[in-house]
Structure formats: structure tokens, C-alpha cells
């Protein structure tokens, strides 16, 4: 038994004696932190019963090497020599919501500093602030009049995939133009209106539709197309229901319902506008923040 604490305490004591407390450290947290990444990516989604079947299968062929079941082993040796392929395949709605993140984080990086085009002009804040008072206006009436809307505004995502799949109008942004663009009986109403850098891109969009599962059943298509959207894009989506008049917000896959004319305008300014104000001069920057909905 001594020899054995003897043999333990040898090994712990190599251990450490080859660490390096700023290397090695650095290199655990970076696979911690990926770890924690991956977990937070599958958990909540399919993913997380496809991560149960791999472990599974693991388990499986652990017991087939200890009790030499050849044929079993030799298909499971198949199905993990080619693992990184299999993974890609199957989790290919996963790899590619990551991947998108990855490219919003280099996005709110340029734009802290101060590489993303326009963000110091002020012409392009007076732009966006005059296309979010057309929108809450044409919000307005279109709930007077019980139609819905779905509203995008493009953010550093570009939405070119978005956009080829509606109408090009590249029009200044008006409350009467949107609200007329959802009337029920116009033919570009059935679909999302994209508002790229202030103006009126496009319309009669198609919207990826959310994989989230926790979304309420009460919630139609036009919301899960906009969580939908949020979840492939930093946009920000504005969705009015027919059936209620409720004004909602998408962003980054959560929902904010029960917003009133002033706190869309200031929850939209908050979230568009801010970075854009912070870069100009003291003096040419607005007062007020954007207030928030209550999150569903």
C-alpha cells in the first residue's frame, strides 16, 4: 500500500514539476471555454439527443473492445473513423448558428472600432432615425386597420440570401410606404420588408423559421419567422399580430413582447442607434435610451 501512495505522489510531483503555470493554464481555460461554448451551442436543441446517441455509442464500443465482439467493433471503428464528418453532417444547423455568431462578434468588434462603414456619419443616424419613426407610425396603423407586419432591420449581417428571395424596392423610408406594403390586399404583403442602412430594401421576403422549441404555441408563423431571423443574423425584428395587435421585438433568438409606439421608437433607437451616437461629437448626439419590453 505504500509503494502505491509512493507511486502517486511520484507522478503528482512530475506532474507539476513540468507545468507551466502560463502556458498550460492559458491552454486549459481556452478548452474549458470551448467546452462551455459547445454545451451552451446543443443545449435546448436537437443537438443535445444526437450528443446522447454519440455517448451511447461510445459506451457501446467501449463493451464490445472488453468482450472482443469483432463484427460490432470493426463497424463502430467505421462509424468513428470518419466521426468529424458524421458530426459536421448531422450537426450542421448547430455548426453554422456558431459560425454565425463568430462573425457577429468580429462585426461588434469592427464596429466598436469604428471599421463598419457609416457608423461615424451623421447622416446615416438621421437615416435610420427617420426609418424607425416611419415604422413605429406604420405600426400604428396597421393596427388600427388589424393587419400584421414583419419587419427586419439589417444590422452588420448582411442579408443577401434574405433579400434575393423577396422584391427589390430601395425606397425611402415612409409610414404610409409600409403600411401600404401590408395591406392585406397588396401583392407584396405576404412576407418580411428588409430596412437596410435607413432605407426600404426590399419586401415580400422569406424568413428562415425558428428550430426553438420553447417558443409558445400561441405564437404563429410570422413570430417564429422573426425569432427565426434573430437566431441566423444580428438584425432586429419588428413583428405586429393580426389577431392581437401586440408589438414584439426578435433579437439573437429571444422574443420581447407588448411594446407601444414610444418604447418601439426607443427600443429600436437603443439598440441601432446607440453605437452610431456614441462616435459622433457631444453636441450632435440625442438624449434618451431605449426602454425594453417584457421579455417573454
Known amino acids: 500500500?505504500?509503494?502505491?501512495?509512493?507511486?502517486?505522489?511520484?507522478?503528482?510531483?512530475?506532474?507539476?514539476?513540468?507545468f507551466n503555470w502560463i502556458i498550460d493554464t492559458l491552454d486549459i481555460l481556452?478548452?474549458?471555454?470551448?467546452?462551455?461554448?459547445?454545451?451552451?451551442?446543443?443545449?435546448?436543441?436537437?443537438?443535445?439527443?444526437?450528443?446522447?446517441g454519440i455517448l451511447f455509442l461510445g459506451v457501446l464500443y467501449l463493451v464490445a473492445y472488453l468482450f472482443g465482439l469483432t463484427t460490432v467493433s470493426y463497424l463502430l471503428n467505421a462509424v468513428f473513423d470518419n466521426g468529424l464528418l458524421l458530426l459536421v453532417v448531422v450537426f450542421q444547423p448547430e455548426v453554422r448558428r456558431a459560425l454565425e455568431q463568430a462573425g457577429h462578434s468580429r462585426g461588434g468588434l469592427l464596429r466598436i472600432l469604428g471599421g463598419f462603414n457609416n457608423v461615424n456619419n451623421a447622416a446615416y443616424i438621421d437615416q435610420w432615425n427617420k426609418a424607425i419613426e416611419a415604422t413605429a407610425d406604420a405600426v400604428e396603423i396597421l393596427q388600427k386597420q388589424k393587419m400584421g407586419a414583419l419587419i427586419v432591420m439589417e444590422r452588420t449581417t448582411r442579408l443577401g440570401e434574405i433579400v434575393r428571395s423577396g422584391t427589390i424596392m430601395e425606397a425611402e423610408p415612409s409610414a404610409e410606404l409600409i403600411s401600404t406594403v401590408f395591406f392585406n390586399k397588396a401583392p407584396l404583403h405576404d412576407g418580411a420588408m428588409i430596412i437596410r442602412e435607413g432605407k426600404i430594401y426590399a419586401a415580400a421576403c422569406i424568413l428562415p423559421l425558428t428550430e426553438n422549441l420553447q417558443i409558445s404555441r400561441e405564437l404563429g408563423t410570422r413570430h417564429r419567422a422573426g425569432v427565426g431571423m434573430s437566431e441566423n443574423s444580428d438584425a432586429i425584428v419588428v413583428i405586429l399580430s393580426e389577431e392581437t395587435g401586440m408589438v414584439s421585438l426578435a433579437e439573437h433568438g429571444?422574443?420581447?413582447?407588448n411594446f407601444t409606439r414610444e418604447t418601439l421608437v426607443k427600443?429600436?433607437?437603443?439598440?441601432?442607434?446607440?453605437s452610431q451616437e456614441d462616435a459622433l461629437p457631444v453636441g450632435k448626439r440625442k438624449k434618451g435610451r431605449g426602454n425594453r419590453g417584457e421579455k417573454e
Open 254 to 257: 429571444e422574443l420581447q413582447r
Open 267 to 274: 427600443a429600436l433607437s437603443d439598440r441601432i442607434l446607440w
Open 1 to 18: 500500500m505504500a509503494a502505491f501512495f509512493q507511486t502517486v505522489w511520484q507522478s503528482v510531483t512530475g506532474f507539476f514539476s513540468t
Open 30 to 52: 481556452v478548452v474549458a471555454l470551448v467546452v462551455y461554448f459547445i454545451i451552451r451551442l446543443v443545449r435546448d436543441s436537437r443537438a443535445e439527443q444526437l450528443l446522447r
